[in-house]
């Protein structure tokens, strides 16, 4: 089983540019999110899905979407990228009651 | 909301000795899970151990081992023997029971731990 996959590893954006940062789950998870990760803040929830056809907006949603269209995928899409959005991104998924597993992280740098 | 805190952005400790690393979270739920995650410059998170709210028995994986203090909020984990690999960020999360469907993990600033040879 390859896990949890993300893709890109690194990406470098110029202010409003947009682009899809890929996640894949081989693990027949339902759950699954996105999460950003910044200095000093620990992780925080951009959006969830509990299933395909379902998702919702986790603690800072504004400027991503998100659809599910498969158990697999759960793409996230920046619509026009700012500064602000220099993070490094985590795709996790999960099963029921039990912790995330996370893909390896996408370095995204806005220029 | 449920927030987490760790006050110890870093620690640092000789090779086989033990480290406790402090986590305490806010919460009005009285069932909901609790991990630790650890993160090596490599920036993969790995999930390190799990404890269950309803369960008063302290959770154990290998060496990591954790003193949950439910009234106290209170998440402690325990590294026994430590060695050079333990070196990592090492965050701690509550997640709340899922009703409708929500499982969302919110995390602490973590705690960089560095293990000295």
């Known amino acids: 089983n390859a896990g949890v996959t993300q893709t890109p590893k690194f990406q470098v954006l110029k202010t409003g540019q947009s682009m899809t940062l890929q996640c894949a789950q081989d693990m027949n998870h339902e759950y699954m999110s996105w999460y950003r990760q910044d200095p000093g803040m620990g992780l925080r929830l951009i959006h969830y899905s509990v299933g395909a056809g379902i998702t919702d907006q986790g603690e800072v949603p504004n400027g991503y979407n998100v659809s599910r269209s498969t158990t697999e995928d759960f793409p996230l899409r920046l619509l026009s990228a700012a500064p602000s959005q220099t993070s490094v991104y985590f795709c996790a998924s999960s099963k029921l009651n039990y912790g995330y597993t996370f893909g390896s992280g996408t370095r995204l740098t806005v220029v | 909301a449920q927030t987490v805190t760790q006050s110890q952005p870093e620690m640092s400790v000789q090779e086989a000795e033990t480290v406790t690393l402090s986590c305490t979270y806010d919460t009005s739920e009285n069932n909901y899970y609790l991990f630790w995650y650890k993160q090596p410059p490599s920036r993969q998170m790995i999930l390190v151990i799990r404890q269950e709210a309803y369960k008063q028995q302290n959770a154990t994986e290998n060496r990591f081992s954790v003193n949950f203090q439910k009234a106290a909020k209170s998440f402690s984990l325990k590294i026994s023997d430590s060695q050079l690999g333990d070196t990592a960020m090492y965050f701690c999360?509550?997640?709340?029971?899922?009703?409708?469907?929500?499982?969302?993990?919110?995390f602490g600033q973590g705690t960089r731990l560095t293990i000295n040879p």
């Open positions: 999360a509550f997640m709340k029971h899922p009703i409708q469907g929500a499982q969302k993990l919110v």
